[in-house]
């Protein structure tokens, strides 16, 4: 299984980019998807979650300014994606998506050690 992520980029404060992460096949028969990112100097944090029913979880920094969102096909692929809006600079990190087996998602976005899978990683950066 590999997960593929999109270019990130250098985005002005309170602009928007929209990273993505291909899965090319996800043998589950039910799964978790989410983003990480880490910033310098600073641990690893959940960003957003989804599960195969399309439950969502955001943290509490990004709630209202990051969607996930995926695009199952019938082949077994799987695009899914972060759109982040009205960036600051606190958002500055490399992105990581990850993909796991299906857990719930609504109460919390599942520690590192639940995913299976990992994306090479994106940086995001936000400048003035």
């Known amino acids: 299984v590999q997960l593929v992520e999109s270019e990130g980029g250098s985005v002005q404060i309170g602009g928007s980019l929209n990273v993505s992460c291909i899965i090319s096949?996800?043998?589950?028969?039910?799964?978790?998807l989410a983003w990480y990112r880490r910033a310098p100097g600073k641990e690893r944090e959940g960003v957003a979650a989804?599960?195969?029913?399309?439950?969502?979880?955001?943290?509490p920094s990004v709630k209202g300014r990051f969607t996930i969102s995926q695009d199952r096909q019938d082949s077994g692929k799987i695009t899914f994606y972060l759109l982040m809006r009205n960036l600051q600079f606190e958002d500055t990190a490399m992105y990581y998506c990850a993909a796991g087996p299906y857990i719930p998602v609504t109460k919390v976005i599942p520690p590192p050690s639940w995913y299976n899978y990992w994306g090479q990683g994106t940086q995001v950066t936000v400048s003035s």
């Open positions: 096949e996800l043998r589950y028969p039910g799964y978790t």
């Open positions: 989804i599960d195969k029913d399309g439950h969502t979880n955001y943290a």
